[in-house]
């Protein structure tokens, strides 16, 4: 699979990234992790080298699930992980760096991403400055390779890097979820960062499996997404999936291919895909092949808008 420089590094990624945040069963119901250990080497075989997860998803569990699944071909791999809120101290996040070390059974992280900005789910509010010093310090040990941000907006962004280099914004973005589009997606182009789409299936309603009716299971975290709380956003969902089915056919691909490939046609995009199974990672995989003419990307942003025009700008995709 042909790979893409992250933001002003010399770090190699993959244009769809294994996303892990399922590893959390306090948040994902049905999960296997057998299936997603299995799920990881087959994406690593099909080229996918970049694997996202963070310390938050399962207090480590994701990490850990990474590094059993990949250990072996950890010289092979980009991981990319994430600092806590709770960890935004000085010397929290040197304890949290070292965990994360542990945790993934690594002598360094490739991207070191902020999860959140500061004060961010009822956290302490800390000086970015104070962050920031542990996110270079680490970085000149060599502990990390460069460092990210996660779910800031411009003006967070642009505080951030007066204190050290940043190469990457990891959003929510997908078809029926584009808040980035605009200042922030443009900031990232203009300072030559990567954007690290999350949920670029809009946590699997863009897979077109969830029907009019349907109903999560307890300790599922969708239930709270925006787009399935609110009916009449979830209306516009369902007409706008049967506008772009006839498109993906057109394509040969399904529809979560279809979705993948849009996000990752956007300038310096890719996408973080999860999946619950093997066959799950191999579709996502396929979906880097798609190629997408100007006049389809116009079509598919047009069915999109059919959603998101109607969604109030919010860079949060879930009702907590």
Known sequence: MQTYVLGNTEIEITPIILGTWQADKGMWAGTDEEELIEGLRAGFEAGITTVDTASEYGNGDSERLVARALRDVRDQMVFVTKLWVSDFRYDAAIAACEQSLRNLQTDYIDLYQLHWPSGSWGSEIVPIAETMQAMVELKQQGKIRAIGVSNFSVAQMEEAR???????????????????????????????????????LCQGLLTGKFGPDHQF??????????????????????????????????????????????????????????FRNVQQVQDNAIAAEIQLSEAELEEIEAIGSTVTDYLEYDPVLWAF
């Open 162 to 200: 007066q204190y050290g280099p940043i190469d990457s914004l990891q959003p929510p973005y997908s078809l029926f979820w584009r808040a980035i589009e605009g200042e922030i997606q443009n900031y990232c182009i203009e300072q030559n960062w990567s954007i690290l789409a999350y949920s670029p």
């Open 217 to 274: 299971p307890p300790g599922d975290h969708r239930a709270k997404n925006k787009l399935f709380v609110n009916r009449d956003h979830y209306q516009r969902v369902q007409q706008a999936l049967e506008q772009l089915r006839p498109i993906a056919a057109q394509k040969a691909c399904t529809l979560a291919q279809l979705a993948l490939a849009w996000v990752m046609a956007q300038p310096r995009t890719h996408a973080i895909a999860g």
